[in-house]
């Protein structure tokens, strides 16, 4: 039996006015998603017309997207006309992290790298033409710590991880500069690789050594190592792992002279030849 219904008159629906309210439906749904998005943005929390200045929406639709949202809990009142980032999204965020596959496998072995070369250490992915950062482990002892999160992002041309997935991603020159195309990409410091003409050596030099190196071309007196880390299969990495060093501290060509035991560590690899 035909259980769909039309409108309460008997009448047909119509298709326009379906697709209309699904529209709209949508709309009010990334709306929803522009206020949690925002509202994790502010560690201290923020009030309704702050809110609604920062989705550009009216404020008695973003006092409906809050209250679905709180009753979600994924946003708090904290005081009258204050909202704050909800306790469950933190719970679930934080549950789905350390849950995540490859952070349980990876973790291990950065708490060992750390503790072996008194530096942070991470495992990135690629995404788009930045790198997430999925996994950070700062060293047991040390007065400078990187500003780098769990969840933050960096430019892949800048950074050793990125440069190492970008040469394995972008198989050859043509693809560097189909890829870099028209751009100048963003220079985060003096030393950062800008052009095609700049990353394709660059890159080349990357597949045939197997790993890559961030020599403050990220950061200011920054410097890293970056290997291969295949965690769901053999054939293509899932993701890299560096070695992140305090330059003063610990000198670029002491982490490139490690990389054998690096790679050894993450079960990386080697450059084929």
């Keep these: 039996m035909d259980t769909t219904r039309g409108p309460a008159d008997g009448t047909a629906s119509d298709p326009d006015a379906d697709s ?23 560690p201290d929390g923020a009030g309704l017309e702050e809110l609604s200045r920062a989705v550009r929406s009216p404020k008695p639709t973003v006092h409906r997207a809050l209250a679905a949202l709180r009753r979600a809990r994924l946003a708090d009142q904290d005081t009258p ?3 704050v980032l ?12 350390e849950a995540r ?15 072996l070369y008194g530096e942070t250490t991470h495992y990135a992915v690629l995404a788009g033409d930045d790198v997430v950062y999925r996994s950070k482990v700062d060293p047991p002892s040390g007065g400078v710590r990187l500003t780098s999160t769990v969840g933050g992002r960096n430019p892949a041309h800048a950074t050793g991880v990125g440069k190492l997935l970008l040469a394995l991603t972008l198989p050859d020159d043509d693809a560097v500069r189909a890829w870099v195309g028209g751009r100048t990409l963003e220079r985060r410091t003096p030393r950062t690789l800008t052009t095609a ?14 790993f890559a190196v961030d020599d403050e071309e990220n950061e200011p007196g920054i410097g890293c190592v970056a290997v291969p ?3 769901t299969g053999s054939h293509a990495p899932s993701g890299a792992v560096s070695v992140s060093a305090v330059l003063y501290r610990t000198p670029l060509e002491r982490l490139v002279a490690e990389v054998p035991a690096i790679r050894a560590a993450v079960g990386a690899r080697p450059a084929d030849g």
Aim: hydrophobic share 45%; charged share 30%; proline share 4%.
């Design 229 to 231: 880390a295949h965690l």
């Design 101 to 115: 596959p490859d952070h349980v496998r990876i973790t291990p072995v950065l708490e060992r790298l750390a503790v």
């Design 197 to 210: 003409d700049e990353l394709v050596p660059e890159l080349a030099r990357v597949r045939e050594r197997g």
């Design 86 to 97: 909800g306790d469950e999204f933190l719970r679930l965020a934080f549950a789905h992290h």
């Design 81 to 83: 006309g204050h909202y």
């Design 20 to 42: 209309h309210a699904e529209a709209t439906r949508l709309v009010g749904a990334d709306r929803v998603l522009a206020v949690l998005l925002d509202l994790a943005r502010r």
